[in-house]
């Protein structure tokens, strides 16, 4: 199969979790996203931390196997050739991570109370899961074109990123956001162990990743 940017897989992994590209707005961008979560806290929001931490932990899992394609394969359904401040697997960079750990929190914020009302006939759980993910998947066609992103097959694009992988990520945030406390916390923790594990065996251990 003939790929769109076979040469972006060689730039990533040139630069992979290279530590001579980081800048200090990335200690910047940490203390940010920490007062984004501290502030939760202090209001005693714990279903948007909930959703914010279910979103973040399937992203992390999303990213590890998108880096295992890489490695059976020879490439990954999506890469990150540069223009990041740190490369932490082949298709993630410190930027986009920390934006992922806030984004289900910003998608609870347009929940409606009430979890069986409607928007234009939708279920609003429903509707904020197929708006958000709608509305990142249409952010990576221009970032595509940039050079801080690439789709490296050539049936890999919005649509497959729209069903794969932002409807899984605003589904865990929005839907955890209602379960009972020991159900995120369930949830959460056992994704957290799953991806702790992979990062350790497939990164650390085999060195895959």
């Known amino acids: 199969?003939?790929?769109?940017?076979?040469?972006?897989?060689?730039?990533?992994?040139?630069?992979?979790?290279?530590?001579?590209?980081?800048?200090?707005?990335?200690?910047?961008?940490?203390?940010?996203?920490?007062?984004v979560h501290f502030n939760e806290v202090s209001k005693k929001n714990f279903n948007g931390i909930a959703a914010a931490m279910s979103l973040y932990m399937v992203h992390w899992l999303v990213e590890i196997i998108n880096a295992l394609i890489q490695h059976f394969s020879g490439h990954a359904l999506w890469t990150v050739p540069g223009h990041t401040t740190y490369l932490i697997l082949v298709g993630v960079g410190i930027e986009i991570s920390l934006m992922f750990s806030i984004a289900g929190l910003v998608a609870s914020k347009q929940l409606l109370d009430d979890p069986k009302a409607k928007i234009l006939g939708i279920n609003n759980r429903l509707f904020v899961v197929l708006a958000n993910a709608a509305f990142f998947s249409l952010c990576e066609i221009p970032l595509e074109k940039s050079p801080h992103f690439a789709w490296v097959y050539p049936w890999w694009g919005a649509l497959p990123v729209f069903v794969t992988v932002y409807i899984p990520f605003l589904c865990a945030a929005i839907y955890s956001y209602d379960w009972p406390r020991e159900k995120q916390k369930r949830f959460i923790g056992t994704l957290l162990v799953i991806n702790a594990s992979a990062l350790l065996v497939f990164g650390g251990l085999l060195g895959w990743i």
Do not use: C, N
């Open 1 to 35: 199969m003939e790929l769109i940017h076979p040469e972006v897989t060689g730039q990533a992994l040139a630069i992979l979790r290279s530590l001579d590209l980081i800048e200090g707005f990335d200690i910047t961008l940490l203390m940010l996203v920490l007062y």
